[in-house]
């Protein structure tokens, strides 16, 4: 079992349509919860991060989290075909390292 | 405010080789992780160095090895190289420990094609 894990996808939904992320990670000590968004060719970058249970806005996204269910979302609404990217969930687990889950590919199509 | 720079971008070596990349942080930085992106395993964590210091090491065999200096710029080597290494090398800099802010910032990568 990966200590985070993501469905690789590809996820396709429409333009304006809200893109739904999902993570979830085993180490249940881990505090910390990130979301990169990598372009084709390009390097991951930051995009959200969130420590508490609960829901987090930023803009057009949210990040939910549950610790009980070991379980992070990120919420993606009124969706952008330049919102097409691979998104990256990260967790910081206990033992001090930042793990990446695989990724989730999103198409947005115009 | 420059990026991180890592050199070289591209590079091909053969089996048994060894290789050394470099990573220059973001000015005033002084956490380097560096991690290995494949397609089938995407990101994985190999170690991450903080004022000179390993202070996490992923799951990597000891070919892999790393360092980072004085000045926070950092190096990481792999030695006998096999076919298997072939992967996009990516370091990342932060402020303060990655764990801390989570906000990493990555150089555009070092991709190594092992023949």
């Known amino acids: 079992q990966k200590e985070v894990e993501q469905n690789s996808g590809p996820l396709s939904v429409p333009e304006g349509a809200i893109a739904s992320l999902n993570c979830t990670y085993s180490d249940r000590g881990s505090q910390s919860f990130f979301w990169y968004r990598q372009y084709s060719g390009k390097s991951p970058e930051l995009i959200m991060f969130i420590y508490s249970n609960g829901d987090k806005e930023d803009g057009r996204f949210t990040a939910q989290l549950n610790k009980a269910s070991q379980y992070v979302s990120l919420l993606i609404r009124d969706s952008q075909p330049s919102d097409s990217a691979t998104y990256l969930c990260?967790?910081?687990?206990?033992?001090?390292?930042?793990?990446f889950g695989q990724g989730t590919e999103l198409s947005v199509k115009p | 405010k420059a990026g991180v720079t890592q050199t070289p971008r591209y590079l091909i070596k053969t089996r048994g080789q060894q290789v050394t990349l470099s990573c220059s942080p973001i000015?005033?930085?002084?956490?380097v992780s560096w991690y290995q992106q494949t397609p089938g395993q995407g990101l994985q964590f190999l170690f991450e160095y903080f004022s000179e210091t390993q202070r996490n090491k992923g799951n990597f065999p000891g070919r892999f090895s790393g360092r980072q200096f004085s000045n926070s710029r950092s190096e990481m080597n792999v030695s006998t190289l096999e076919l298997g290494d072939s992967a996009l090398y990516l370091c990342?800099?932060?402020?303060?420990?990655?764990?801390?802010?989570?906000?990493?910032?990555f150089g555009e990568g070092s991709r190594l094609t092992v023949l």
């Open positions: 000015s005033g930085h002084r956490s």
């Open positions: 990260a967790v910081y687990n206990q033992g001090g390292k930042l793990i």
């Open positions: 990342a800099s932060s402020l303060i420990l990655a764990g801390d802010t989570g906000e990493l910032f």
